[in-house]
Antibody
Framework: DVQLLESGGGLVHPGGSLRLSCAAS????????MDWVRQAPGKGLEWVSA????????YYADSVKGRFTISRDNSKTTLYLQMNSLRAEDTAVYHC?????????????WGQGTLVTVSS | DIQMTQSPSSLSASVGDRVTITCRAS??????LNWYQHKPGTAPRLLIF???SLQSGVPSRFSGSGSGTDFTLTISSLQPEDFATYYC?????????FGQGTKLEIK
């Protein structure tokens, strides 16, 4: 079975940094593009960032561009999100997701998420 | 960016009702439209991909249709476990965007 387990969330001051991890199992990790999606309290889902299977291509939402960096270690089957210059509006549950291979590119598996709280 | 607009934002319905949620894209996205169900404290769940394809394990009372800019999600006969928030999402380009969500509540 596919499993995605996020970790690394917590309370951080504005301007601080945090690194999220997502440990993946149950599938050939390097074959799949991976993304991060977040949900702020009381808000809807927001796509954050994407990375290709081999890590050569990365994409970011305008709201995090220049502050967040997505990466992956295929030898450890782990996805990362380095978050710098954190703001109150980055407070959210962060989910890692797998992107279905092929043309459709839907998010077929989701982790339970890790909560990031940015507050002084 | 492609904007996704769902309607209604909230909906009250009863068990057994037929429910339809609509999603409109700000530009032509072909059939690159997906639907997710989300319950508080859980991971979102993929229901429909590529506008009308049912994800494995999802009950057949869920169906999707549409192409271009206008899409619908239909639940043919609401069950108690279907009360949740539903999101559409475009996967036409990698700057994915979600609709604002439709909260389905028990009448």
């Amino acid at each position: 079975d596919v499993q995605l387990l996020e970790s690394g969330g917590g309370l951080v001051h504005p301007g601080g940094s945090l690194r999220l991890s997502c440990a993946a199992s149950g599938f050939t990790f390097s074959n799949y593009d991976m993304d991060w999606v977040r949900q702020a309290p009381g808000k809807g889902l927001e796509w954050v960032s994407a990375i290709s299977g081999r890590g050569g291509r990365t994409y970011y939402a305008d709201s995090v561009k220049g502050r967040f960096t997505i990466s992956r270690d295929n030898s450890k089957t782990t996805l990362y999100l380095q978050m710098n210059s954190l703001r109150a509006e980055d407070t959210a549950v962060y989910h890692c997701v797998t992107v279905r291979g092929g043309d459709t590119r839907d998010f077929d598996y989701w982790g339970q998420g890790t909560l990031v709280t940015v507050s002084s | 960016d492609i904007q996704m607009t769902q309607s209604p934002s909230s909906l009250s319905a009863s068990v057994g009702d037929r429910v339809t949620i609509t999603c409109r894209a700000s530009q032509n996205i072909g059939y690159y439209l997906n639907w997710y169900q989300h319950k508080p404290g859980t991971a979102p769940r993929l229901l429909i991909f590529a506008s009308s394809s049912l994800q494995s394990g999802v009950p057949s009372r869920f169906s999707g249709s549409g192409s271009g800019t206008d899409f619908t999600l239909t639940i043919s006969s609401l069950q108690p476990e279907d009360f949740a928030t539903y999101y559409c999402q475009q996967s036409y380009n990698t700057l994915y965007t979600f609709g604002q969500g439709t909260k389905l509540e028990i009448k």
